[in-house]
DNA sequence: TCTGGGGTCCTTCATCGA
DNA sequence: TCTGTCGATGAAGGACCC
């Protein structure tokens, strides 16, 4: 699903020499359009877009006869059904794409332990391990495409290199449905004719600030010097950068990443500048919020809430707790008073989030009250709460204020 | 044209204590 | 005692990724 721009199919596949290539990164092709389509065979061949159509919503996928018409993912679904009206439309249903990405990680998990997922349809694996059992790493990646293909009926790409970003972007470089090797001697090669934009890093500010400088090409980015690139756009992302330019990447593929936040925000489907609302949505929110710490075994100690207005405009407002907390109404009240140190009473906003930070395990934050301090309850009240979702499903229990309709004069 | 939702990482600035 | 410096931490914003 990249969604960055396409780089220019290269003519040869630079041969087929794997030695020192142990990464593999494979990439699922318009993977929710493609789950759609197992279902809906008659679509195969059509432009079918995966997105919500009428409201504030984007793209989410697409399938290549849709991107034929310059249809892509992050696109607003307004202007993709401009681009082509033909296009069936057809809503996102994250349960099933999950249950078919948990198949797929089944799968790379069988080749080696060292799988890296990076989104639910793509990961990178470190097959040097797997060598010996299974084979080339080449080989093993056109293994896995097969299983992906006998199981579900869909395809993916496969890039190997010697390390993540280049094996990623010969993915990218193979798509639909192909595989390249880019051999160790060969990324330079491999590398500078690419446009800078299709570095791993490069989005659409950096890139411009690239070709104001005549950095068109990331083999014109190579010829740089890294103080040059480090005072336009930073001392990491300068030094990073550089080195990608030459194809060095020394990152390891690594299997649990822990999480660092959690957080849910939501676009209104209209602006709201209602005060009442707004609070009944952040204590939506900070339910969601909750429940997935609990769910996680995870405790955060920062509450952050992200207010966008009108014009899309957008501040956040942070604040670090005493104690870490994964109880919806600790993290419910402190996100109402950061709404209202915030100052945007009666301004038209069409998004807020709520996001805990500084996230450490529950079972290693044994909670301490102060001198004075008196256990509220709503910890217990709230695994109460969790309790009854797993038995009787998720509107089994909520709080009063969100039994209403979700928004004056709007049932979402 | 009009921009979702879930994240990570980096930079800059302010504050505080040693 | 005062001042300057340095590092840690927190807060805010922004760019980027899928």
Not at 396 to 402: D, E, K, T, W
Request: net charge positive; charged share 25%.
């Amino acid at each position: 699903m990249s969604r960055k721009q396409q780089v220019p199919k290269v003519a040869s596949a630079l041969g087929a020499d794997d030695t020192g290539c142990p990464i593999l990164h494979v990439d699922m092709d318009a993977f929710y359009a493609s789950v759609e389509l197992i279902e809906r065979p008659e679509l195969v061949g059509t432009p079918v877009i995966i997105g919500v159509p009428g409201l504030r919503g984007v793209v989410l996928s697409a399938t290549y006869e849709a991107r034929r018409f310059g249809v892509h993912s992050a696109m607003p679904m307004t202007r993709a059904m401009r681009l082509c009206p033909r296009a069936t439309v057809i809503p996102p249903s994250h349960g099933k794409y999950a249950e078919v990405s948990r198949g797929v990680m089944e799968i790379f998990h069988a080749i080696t332990p060292q799988v890296e997922p990076i989104a639910s349809d793509e990961a990178f694996l470190d097959v040097g391990g797997a060598r010996r059992r299974l084979g080339r790493p080449a080989a093993i990646g056109e293994a896995i495409r097969a299983q992906v293909a006998e199981r579900y009926g869909i395809t993916c790409s496969v890039g190997v290199a010697g390390s993540k970003f280049v094996a990623k972007l010969a993915s990218r470089q193979c798509k639909p449905n192909g595989l390249l090797v880019v051999p160790a001697d060969g990324v330079v090669q491999f590398l500078h004719p690419l446009p800078v934009g299709a570095l791993w890093g490069v989005g659409d500010r950096t890139e411009q600030a690239l070709v104001r400088l005549g950095i068109r090409t990331v083999g014109d980015l190579a010829r740089v010097p890294v103080a040059t690139l480090q005072r336009e756009l930073g001392q990491a992302a300068g030094t990073h950068l550089a080195a990608l330019a030459w194809g060095r990447d020394e990152r390891a593929v690594t299997p649990h990443v822990p999480d660092k936040s959690i957080g849910a925000e939501e676009t209104f489907p209209a602006d709201v500048d209602d005060p009442e609302a707004i609070r009944r949505e952040l204590l939506r929110l900070s339910e969601r919020v909750a429940a997935r710490l609990r769910a996680g075994g995870h405790v955060g100690r920062t509450v952050s809430v992200k207010l966008r207005r009108s014009d899309f405009s957008t501040i956040t407002r942070s604040r670090t707790l005493r104690e870490p907390t994964d109880v919806a109404q600790e993290i419910y009240v402190t996100a109402c008073d950061l709404f209202a140190a915030a100052g945007l009473d009666r301004v038209r906003l069409r998004l807020v989030g709520v996001r805990v930070e500084n996230l450490r395990g529950a079972d290693t934050s044994a909670r301490q009250l102060t001198l004075g301090e008196r256990e509220t309850g709503w910890r217990e009240v709230e695994r109460a709460m969790d309790k009854a979702v797993r038995r009787f499903g998720p509107d089994a229990v909520r709080p009063a204020s969100l039994v209403r309709p979700k928004f004056d004069g709007i049932d979402v």
